[in-house]
């Protein structure tokens, strides 16, 4: 799998408010089948408390998970290279590189799942229902902001992960500080290229994010993870 680095993000940053917001699309290229519920399948399963309120931490139930994961990145990854083009693409791949260093962390680095198994208790205890609901709300907004004008889409993606990370850390407080700062170094694995260059002068209740029209998430979704509707948000259509 190719990487990209932060580059990527800053090249992305360069679509704010120009045309070329309007190549972001997604498609299926000739001979090409694109299954888009396999892949939202596999975006939940790589995510941090994608599928549901709990997170395996028992060690067969963990071993299997990670071979799940390893499965579902490379569904996600085909997807992307085959199915989506443009803006779509570029933003997709920071969100599957920074699950790729997710999952070789709690699956290979010793160190690192000792510490994942020693805080996630808590977390299925007490947070994972809640951060399972931040997904499924940011699914919805983003779903909500694929409708709105292109040239906007970005900063509303923008504003509303923000709030994402806001409300995961929110949840994963309940447990401590340190649990806290766990839950933070995941999300910021996912996005933390998205978050510290074209999204950094958007934070919740910012200048910027206050100038732009509210949305509500939409609560009808076909699908529901947050992937396939990033992967989906800037294609120029509804």
């Known amino acids: 799998m ?8 800053k090249m992305l940053s360069g679509y704010l408010g120009t045309a070329l917001l ?36 028992e060690a067969t139930r963990l071993k299997a998970k990670c071979a799940s994961e390893t499965q579902s990145l490379k569904v996600v990854q085909d997807y992307a290279d085959r199915c989506v ?4 693409k570029g933003i997709l791949q920071i969100f599957i590189d920074g699950a790729a260093t997710n999952i070789e962390k709690h699956c290979m680095d010793d160190r690192y799942k000792s510490k994942f198994v020693r805080l996630t208790p808590c977390l299925n205890r007490n947070a994972g229902a809640g951060i399972h609901k931040c997904n ?9 902001i694929a409708l709105k004008p292109t040239k906007i ?3 509303l993606s923008c504003c509303s992960m923000n709030e994402y990370m806001n409300c995961v850390l929110k949840h994963a407080a309940k447990c401590g500080p340190e649990t806290k700062e766990f839950a933070s170094s995941i999300i910021e694995g996912y996005a933390g290229d998205l978050l510290d260059t074209v999204c950094v002068k958007y934070k919740p ?19 529901k993870s947050v992937l396939f509707h990033l992967s989906e948000a800037f294609n120029g259509r509804p």
């Open 153 to 155: 889409r970005i900063p």
């Open 85 to 88: 083009q443009g803006t779509s």
């Open 136 to 144: 499924r709300d940011f699914a919805g907004m983003i779903r909500s």
């Open 2 to 9: 190719v990487r990209l680095e932060s580059s990527t993000a």
């Open 205 to 223: 209740g910012s200048k910027e994010c206050r100038s732009l029209p509210k949305v509500t998430p939409s609560t009808s979704l076909r699908l």
């Open 22 to 57: 309007v190549a972001g699309f997604t498609q299926a290229t000739a001979g090409v089948v694109c299954d888009s519920r396999k892949f939202d399948a596999a975006s939940d399963d790589i995510s941090f408390f994608g599928e549901g309120p709990t997170m395996a931490i």
